[in-house]
């Protein structure tokens, strides 16, 4: 059984508000590997500003995001955020997270002590121009993902988040699968619905990388949701059998060795191999496809590898839609595939309040399995990141207990978490 910070002790009565708190850190002097970042160590619990409330963090999720934070690139987020004038010299990541409201801030109406929610990862000014202007707060110019570009995230026994990022936790998920998945859920989801007119229709086949990831699990239900056809790319037989099970389609990328930036047009026998792998990539997709339809939508994350193939098999006036670069930021983009073929390169990020809901209502009614794999310690926070660094982490989605007592609980009554608060605020 995997047990959490509840078994030292650690939880105080509900709506009692500590001095301090455990909490999984990052320190510049220690960036690298996410192995060696990450350090538990007691902070200050964080304010709570107007609009904002403190969440009791039952689990967290584990995504890609820390470990960029931990490696202190391409961004350092603690000298991104003393740029903008904030003090705080260390980083508590976590941009996802399930908990139970402990405190909430002038002006809260929408949450209360007590509520059970899932936290969702970005937030923004509401009152920022572009917002009043009508925009998607997605592409304010105050938005920012909490618990990687701003500090104070899900892993700590307490968060502080904006009211509209709790939502209202499904009663029949565990903590930890509560925890998991919204990131990637909501993630896959704008990418696959929200860039008109391409967006999955019924009957689309939907070319999906790392089809077993948190991303890709995510995505290969949101196309079966839609209608639409998943064809997931993997990198062994055990990650493809955990594909088919969710109901993709599956290629195996070990098989072919064109990946990375292609070679210069003007090296004709270079360029020639590299189109000879892409093209015979290309005829394994339509084999498996059982159609020489090309994918509508692409739905792209490991960048530099992979993006010439994916731009180079995308229909028609389809679509590319990418949302990271795990295996490096510098892809190369052959124009002449990109305006002949009238095709879209999209960047998407995360997802707003309408798209978290909506995967969360998939959730809830079972449409979306969160495809929890592994739940670990919180003192595990490090060694679960590098897993993802090393790429070998388990199929799915991934969760570390922070408040709950164990796996497999679904709620906590208040007055069964914790003990006494010595230090009460
Ligand atoms: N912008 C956003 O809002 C947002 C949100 C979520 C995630 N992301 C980003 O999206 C990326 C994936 O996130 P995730 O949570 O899905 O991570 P993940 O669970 O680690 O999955 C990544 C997948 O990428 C595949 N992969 C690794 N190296 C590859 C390569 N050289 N070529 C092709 N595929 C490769 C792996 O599958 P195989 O080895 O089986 O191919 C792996 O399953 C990360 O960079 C993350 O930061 C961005």
């Not at 709790?166 to 998991?180: D, F, Q, V």
């Not at 995505?219 to 990198?235: E, F, N, T, Y």
């Not at 990271?324 to 990109?338: E, I, P, S, W, Y």
């Not at 997802?351 to 670990?376: F, I, K, M, W, Y």
Request: glycine share 10%.
């Amino acid at each position: 059984m995997t047990r959490s910070l509840y078994e030292v002790g650690m939880a105080p009565p509900l709506g009692h508000v500590p001095e301090r708190m455990y909490a999984s850190v990052i320190r510049p002097d220690r960036f690298g590997p996410p192995a060696e970042a990450f350090r538990t160590e007691t902070v200050p619990v964080p304010e709570v500003p107007p609009g904002h409330v403190l969440v009791y963090v039952m689990a967290a999720g584990i995504n890609f995001n820390n470990v960029w934070a931990a490696l202190g690139q391409p961004v350092d987020v603690i000298a991104q955020r003393r740029r903008l004038g904030l003090t705080d010299d260390h980083h508590i990541g976590g941009s996802d997270g399930a908990g139970i409201v402990w405190a909430v801030g002038e002006s809260v109406r929408t949450v209360a002590v007590g509520d059970h929610v899932i936290m969702s990862a970005c937030r923004w000014d509401e009152s920022a121009d572009d917002i009043r202007l009508g925009a998607d707060p997605m592409t304010s110019s105050t938005q920012r993902v909490w618990g990687y570009e701003d500090n104070f995230g899900a892993f700590a026994q307490f968060t502080v988040v904006a009211d509209y990022q709790c939502i209202p936790k499904p009663a029949g998920l565990t903590w930890e699968e509560a925890a998991a998945f919204l990131l990637t859920a909501a993630t896959a989801y704008r990418q696959l619905t929200d860039w008109p007119p391409n967006t999955v229709q019924p009957a689309d086949p939907v070319l999906i990388w790392g089809g077993a990831g948190g991303l890709g699990s995510m995505a290969i239900q949101i196309v079966r949701a839609l209608g639409g056809i998943p064809v997931a790319v993997v990198s062994s037989e055990e990650k493809a059998g955990y594909c088919r099970k969710l109901g993709a389609l599956t290629l195996n990328r070990t098989e072919f060795s064109h990946w990375g930036r292609p070679p210069d047009a003007a090296d004709a026998e270079g360029f020639d191999a590299w189109l000879a792998g892409v093209r015979a990539f290309g005829r394994r997709y339509w084999e498996v496809l059982g159609s020489r339809r090309a994918p509508r939508v692409v739905l792209e994350h490991p960048g530099q590898d992979t993006l010439p193939t994916s731009l180079y098999l995308c229909d028609t006036a389809g679509m590319v839609v990418i949302c990271g670069a795990t295996t490096g930021f510098q892809a190369d983009v052959d124009l002449r595939f990109l305006w002949m073929r009238q095709k879209r390169l999209q960047g998407s990020h995360f997802a707003n309040v309408r798209q978290c809901r909506a995967v969360v209502h998939l959730a809830a009614t079972g449409r979306l399995d969160p495809c929890l794999s592994l739940v670990e310690t919180f003192e595990h926070i490090g060694y679960v990141h590098q897993l993802l660094y090393e790429n070998r982490q388990p199929p799915g989605n991934m969760a570390v207990l922070i408040g709950a007592p164990e796996t497999g609980l679904t709620s906590a009554a208040p007055g069964s978490i914790g003990g006494s608060a010595s230090d009460t605020r």
